[in-house]
């Protein structure tokens, strides 16, 4: 456990980092309990002792699909009550959130923490093509191409339509 003197770095950029290293740390759970990602923003101690500000960030500021309130940041998504995952892009969020902050800055956050912001592209990669492969709706694309193979689609649609008057 490294004590990082990093006392300009914003509290969400906290936030996210801890979330990000439960994540990365647990690769199987899906998503971690608010106390979870505040005993581990505790942990890390990148700002020193932790600042009071890290619990309502994780229950409410850095929450994508909560009101802003007044945080407008994307960092976190809740996926139950109590639990919270890291924000992906096509995950819902509230419309007054539009165009908010989803990582941190490199520049933003210890060197140390940097490599979290490639392996977050890479997990919010293998997450868009797992839930491509496993949508029962996106599985069905292409799969009436061959109803159409012979014939045009107005022909075809004509010919279904033979004796309905």
């Given at each position: 456990m490294t004590t990082h003197a990093i006392t300009r770095i914003k509290v969400a950029d906290e936030v996210w980092i801890a979330t990000a290293l439960l994540h990365r740390e647990n690769p199987a759970q899906p998503d971690f309990s608010v106390k979870e990602i505040?005993?581990?923003?505790?942990?890390?101690?990148?700002?020193?002792?932790?600042?009071?500000?890290?619990?309502?960030?994780?229950?409410?500021?850095?929450?994508?699909?909560?009101?802003?309130?007044?945080?407008?940041?994307?960092?976190?998504?809740?996926t139950d009550y109590g639990r919270r995952r890291l924000f992906?892009?096509?995950?819902?969020?509230?419309?007054?959130?539009?165009?908010?902050?989803?990582?941190?800055?490199?520049?933003?956050?210890?060197?140390?923490?940097?490599?979290?912001?490639?392996?977050?592209?890479?997990?919010?990669?293998?997450?868009?093509k797992s839930s491509r492969a496993t949508d029962p709706l996106l599985s069905l694309s292409g799969s009436g191409k061959q109803l159409w193979a012979d014939e045009h689609a107005d022909a075809y649609i004509r010919r279904l339509r033979e004796g309905w008057e």
């Open positions: 505040v005993d581990r923003v505790s942990q890390e101690k990148i700002a020193g002792a932790i600042r009071p500000g890290v619990y309502v960030h994780v229950v409410q500021h850095c929450v994508a699909n909560r009101p802003p309130n007044p945080g407008p940041y994307r960092m976190l998504l809740e992906r892009k096509g995950d819902q969020y509230h419309p007054a959130r539009e165009g908010s902050k989803i990582t941190p800055s490199p520049e933003a956050i210890p060197s140390d923490y940097a490599g979290l912001l490639e392996w977050y592209r890479d997990w919010c990669n293998a997450a868009n």
